[in-house]
């Protein structure tokens, strides 16, 4: 713990000692959090990697200049290991639609804070690329084959392999490289914040703010929506998805004009795509480190399998198999929990 150097920038920013430090919980990254109170309570970010820590900082400012709403960076320390930033509270979408997470049914309440935030989510997308140095983005500056590939190895050694089912690799690679070419045959001129959802959205004032927007890079829009109501333990239903899917082209109608049949069409091919990433980081985190938030999720991302291949999709004819398939697992058949 960086006691020593966040102190200084506490002091830096207000001019008086803080009263204390609380670590807060973190997400999968390695970064720490800490709440530092005081005469102003202020969040403190240490991070190992400096090339993350300045790609925040340098978004976060960028961000805000268009009018964003992002937290400020208040201080950062000479060495770029620590940062300060504004603090939000500690109210995340994420637990604010708690309710309609657990039940299914989510108030009307819950709702206008879901449509809000993906209200907002085109102006980081539109604005928030005009002017941007994507050189500055971490660890790629754009959403590109290697990254996309990188994504697909993942899902396939860190879950599929994990799962103990057997598949016939040439034919699921024969279905990546299908998958990458209509994945990477879209406009990608715009931010692309690569893990949004409702974790990363903070309500302050019933308002939405952006989080842990680091990894992002340049990239299509789709990725964004397919991460934000397809993220697993959100749980939403097909008729929220809906219409929150046109909440989010009325507002992006408002930077580029979208065709309504032809956005939905390709946002299921990112859909696919999101999820088997996202099982990737959930066998890591979860069947590999065992940590058990990640465990917990993985029902909830089989079971967005199941929605995903009602109709059978002839562009992946091999790999709309395999994932019907791990749709219908139990998570205690995996192979690797039993050990």
């Not at 300060?84 to 604010?96: K, P, R, V, Y």
């Not at 005009?130 to 590109?144: A, H, K, V």
Request: glycine share 6%.
């Amino acid at each position: 713990m960086n006691t020593e150097i966040i102190s200084t920038l506490y002091k830096q920013i207000t001019g008086q000692q803080h009263e204390s430090i609380e670590p807060l919980t973190g997400s999968g990254s390695n970064r720490q959090y800490f709440r530092m109170t005081g005469c102003r309570s202020l969040i403190a970010v240490c991070g190992e990697s400096i090339q993350e820590n300045r790609a925040f900082i340098y978004m976060a400012r960028h961000f805000r200049t268009k009018g964003i709403p992002v937290p400020e960076v208040l201080a950062v320390s000479n060495d770029e290991s620590c940062y300060i930033q504004e603090d939000l509270g500690d109210t995340l979408l994420f637990n604010a639609i708690a309710n309609g997470r657990t039940t299914g049914i989510f108030s009307d309440s819950e709702k206008e804070l879901i449509r809000k935030s993906i209200s907002r989510l085109p102006s980081i997308q539109f604005k928030g690329a005009e002017g941007m140095d994507f050189g500055m983005c971490y660890p790629l500056s754009d959403f590109n084959r290697r990254t996309i590939m990188w994504d697909l190895n993942y899902f396939k050694y860190c879950f599929l392999k994990a799962t103990g089912i057997s598949f016939n690799e040439n034919s699921l690679e024969d279905d990546f490289e299908t998958l990458t070419d209509i994945l990477l045959d879209t406009p990608s001129e715009t931010f692309m914040y690569r893990d949004f959802q409702s974790r990363n959205v903070i309500i302050k004032d019933n308002e939405p703010y952006f989080i842990d927007f680091q990894g992002g890079r340049k990239g299509p829009v789709y990725y964004d929506v397919a991460s934000f109501l397809w993220q697993a333990k959100a749980n939403f239903n097909s008729e929220l998805r809906e219409e929150m899917i046109d909440t989010y082209i009325a507002e992006a109608n408002k930077y580029t004009h979208i065709n309504q049949d032809d956005f939905k069409k390709t946002l299921h091919h990112f859909v696919i795509f999101r999820t088997m990433q996202v099982l990737g980081a959930y066998g890591f985190r979860g069947l590999f480190e065992r940590k058990a938030h990640f465990i917990e999720s993985i029902p909830y991302a089989l079971n967005n399998l199941q929605t995903l291949f009602k109709n059978h999709l002839d562009e992946y004819p091999y790999l709309s198999k395999l994932l019907v398939q791990l749709s219908e697992m139990d998570i205690n058949d995996i192979t690797i929990l039993k050990r």
